[in-house]
């Protein structure tokens, strides 16, 4: 029997929308002249569930253009960060790693549109709604990954995710390239600091991290951007309370405190790097945004 997005969502619904949200702005990317990043399979979970069925898949069904604040602004600014993190991990295999780790992969689609080596292993690890949900519609397209194993980890990261990574045949004795993309300001503060201390249990020399974290608060100007306003209008996603209230924790310290070296940078250095995608406006609410790299010599 199919899973349906009642399924996907029981545990937390807004997560869930959140990543057919990112699937859908992949979906207008891809079939845009100069695309970022193209994901040929992105329209098609935005089209199997039922709460996004409806939603744009193609620049023709966002007749503003860039100009629309959520398919426009929004959606170049998930494209952008897919392409960075894209070639991010592609480094990381160039120099020599063979696992590959997503950390609440959500409906990414790397391990079936990017040209990875042989012999490289690539982990998803999510929640089984949507792991079941996103098998189901790569299945109906007979769909088949690029990397030598794929392999789909059922975990919540608030539980020991790390038992059900190595039960599949990860090797922490070997470089690693992880990637946490959207998912750290999702998470109470208490979990994301477990969950670096696992990723840092687990890495040997050689492995990669990448994540975007989010600095600072939000002030009353930016929490009224016209981004926040559009995105719950029109799919239903309330981003604002979705993010955890806490206080962040300083990652990056943490993570150089452990012995890694890390670089952050804001979405805007990779707008100017790859000359399109989103720039600085006035409260913004990218602003707070980072994308942090990190390696451990």
């Given at each position: 029997?199919?899973?349906?997005?009642?399924?996907?969502?029981?545990?937390n619904?807004?997560?869930?929308?959140?990543?057919?949200?990112?699937a859908?702005?992949?979906?207008?990317?891809?079939?845009?002249?100069?695309?970022?990043?193209?994901?040929?399979?992105?329209?098609?979970?935005?089209?199997?569930?039922?709460?996004?069925a409806r939603?744009?898949?193609?620049?023709r069904?966002?007749?503003?253009?860039?100009?629309?604040?959520?398919w426009?602004?929004?959606?170049?600014?998930?494209?952008?960060?897919?392409?960075?993190?894209?070639?991010?991990?592609?480094?990381?295999?160039?120099?020599g790693?063979?696992?590959?780790?997503?950390?609440?992969?959500?409906?990414d689609?790397?391990a079936?549109?990017?040209?990875?080596?042989?012999?490289?292993?690539?982990?998803?690890?999510?929640?089984?709604?949507?792991?079941?949900?996103?098998?189901?519609?790569?299945?109906?397209l007979?769909?088949?990954?690029?990397?030598?194993?794929?392999?789909?980890?059922?975990?919540?990261?608030?539980?020991?995710?790390?038992?059900?990574?190595?039960?599949?045949?990860?090797?922490?004795?070997?470089?690693?390239?992880?990637?946490?993309?959207?998912?750290?300001?999702?998470?109470?503060s208490?979990?994301?600091?477990?969950?670096?201390?696992?990723?840092?249990?687990?890495?040997?020399?050689?492995?990669?991290?990448?994540?975007?974290?989010?600095?600072?608060?939000e002030?009353a100007?930016?929490?009224?951007?016209?981004?926040h306003?559009a995105?719950?209008?029109r799919t239903?996603?309330?981003?604002?309370?979705?993010?955890?209230?806490?206080?962040?924790?300083?990652?990056?310290?943490?993570l150089?405190?452990?012995?890694?070296s890390?670089?952050?940078?804001?979405p805007?250095?990779?707008?100017?790097?790859?000359?399109?995608?989103?720039?600085?406006?006035?409260?913004?609410?990218?602003?707070?945004?980072?994308?942090?790299?990190?390696?451990?010599?």
């Amino acid at each position: 029997m199919g899973v349906g997005v009642d399924e996907i969502t029981s545990a937390n619904e807004g997560v869930a929308l959140t990543a057919l949200l990112v699937a859908a702005a992949r979906a207008i990317e891809t079939h845009r002249p100069d695309a970022l990043a193209r994901d040929a399979y992105a329209e098609h979970f935005v089209r199997a569930a039922p709460a996004s069925a409806r939603w744009p898949v193609h620049p023709r069904d966002v007749p503003e253009g860039d100009a629309d604040p959520l398919w426009g602004r929004l959606g170049r600014y998930f494209a952008l960060r897919t392409r960075a993190l894209d070639d991010q991990l592609l480094r990381a295999v160039q120099l020599g790693a063979r696992q590959v780790v997503l950390l609440g992969a959500g409906l990414d689609a790397r391990a079936y549109r990017l040209d990875w080596p042989p012999d490289c292993a690539l982990y998803e690890v999510d929640r089984p709604g949507v792991l079941a949900f996103k098998q189901r519609v790569l299945d109906g397209l007979d769909a088949r990954p690029r990397a030598t194993r794929r392999v789909t980890v059922e975990a919540d990261f608030r539980t020991d995710w790390a038992a059900a990574l190595t039960a599949t045949g990860f090797q922490p004795d070997q470089p690693t390239a992880w990637l946490a993309e959207g998912l750290l300001p999702r998470l109470p503060s208490a979990v994301e600091r477990d969950l670096f201390a696992v990723v840092d249990r687990l890495s040997c020399s050689g492995s990669t991290l990448a994540y975007e974290a989010e600095i600072g608060g939000e002030s009353a100007a930016v929490r009224d951007n016209p981004v926040h306003t559009a995105v719950r209008e029109r799919t239903g996603v309330d981003l604002l309370a979705l993010s955890d209230a806490e206080p962040r924790p300083d990652t990056p310290a943490d993570l150089t405190a452990r012995g890694w070296s890390t670089t952050a940078h804001t979405p805007f250095e990779f707008t100017r790097h790859y000359g399109r995608g989103p720039l600085p406006e006035p409260d913004d609410t990218l602003a707070a945004n980072r994308w942090v790299f990190a390696v451990r010599p």
